[in-house]
Nanobody, 124 residues
Framework: QVQLVESGGGLVQAGGSLRLSCAAS????????MGWYRQAPGKQRELVAA???????DYADSVKGRFTISRDNAKNTVYLQMNSLKPEDTAVYYC??????????????????WGQGTQVTVSS
């Protein structure tokens, strides 16, 4: 099994910054795309940012230029640096990782895992 442990959420004033971290541990052969999603009350979960193992990134239009996603492949950890935060960024932020498992006999499987979520609250 794989566990994703998130940290770094909290309360910040508009214009402030926060840095989220998500570390994957457990039975990991390799990690593929890792990303951050968020869900505000009454809204659907949405992609915030994602990064491939090769470092290619993708961002939601609403966070481009303010958020930066990065990762440490050796530590199976993904980060989200959030600057110039706005009240509309308030949400529970979830980490997601595509994990490659290797089994005896040379079989592989790719599975998605989610973190437990961390609250980010931006006050106006």
């Amino acid at each position: 099994q794989v566990q994703l442990v998130e940290s770094g959420g909290g309360l910040v004033q508009a214009g402030g910054s926060l840095r989220l971290s998500c570390a994957a541990s457990g039975s990991i052969f390799d990690s593929n795309t890792m990303g951050w999603y968020r869900q505000a009350p009454g809204k659907q979960r949405e992609l915030v940012a994602a990064i491939t193992s090769g470092g290619s990134t993708d961002y939601a239009d609403s966070v481009k230029g303010r958020f930066t996603i990065s990762r440490d492949n050796a530590k199976n950890t993904v980060y989200l640096q959030m600057n110039s935060l706005k009240p509309e960024d308030t949400a529970v932020y979830y980490c997601k990782a595509e994990i490659l498992h290797r089994y005896s006999g040379g079989n592989y499987s790719l599975r998605d895992y989610w973190g437990q979520g961390t609250q980010v609250t931006v006050s106006s």
